[in-house]
């Protein structure tokens, strides 16, 4: 035997929706529609909510990658490569040689 359990009931939300409807219908409250529908449009509202945080997040994450990309790249214009260091080394030396013979 298994013991599959499936749902597939409502959520707080459905039963928020359905119970208000019937306070509704049978004139317990006094409320209007909009507040009766309430469970529909706060969800659909907190799920707006929670995707326009979702894309700020990534714009900024983006922004900053981007800016550490160009930082870098920037860095690297800035600096010497290990060749022409090598080179300038080099003739540094040779210089500091030639100084040396004729002495």
Not at 28 to 56: E, R
Not at 61 to 80: F, G, I, N, P
Request: no cysteine.
């Amino acid at each position: 035997m298994s013991n599959k359990t499936s749902s597939s009931g409502l959520n707080t939300g459905g039963l928020l929706l359905v119970a208000f409807i019937v306070l509704k219908l049978t004139k317990v409250i006094d409320w209007s529609w909009w507040w009766i529908l309430s469970p529909l449009w706060i969800g659909v509202a907190l799920g707006i909510v929670a995707l326009i945080i979702w894309l700020i997040v990534i714009y900024i994450k983006h922004k900053k990658q981007k800016k550490q990309r160009e930082s870098v790249t920037v860095d690297d214009l800035r600096q010497k490569s290990g060749f022409q260091r090598r080179l300038e080394e080099a003739q540094r030396i040779h210089q500091e040689r030639a100084k040396n013979r004729n002495l």
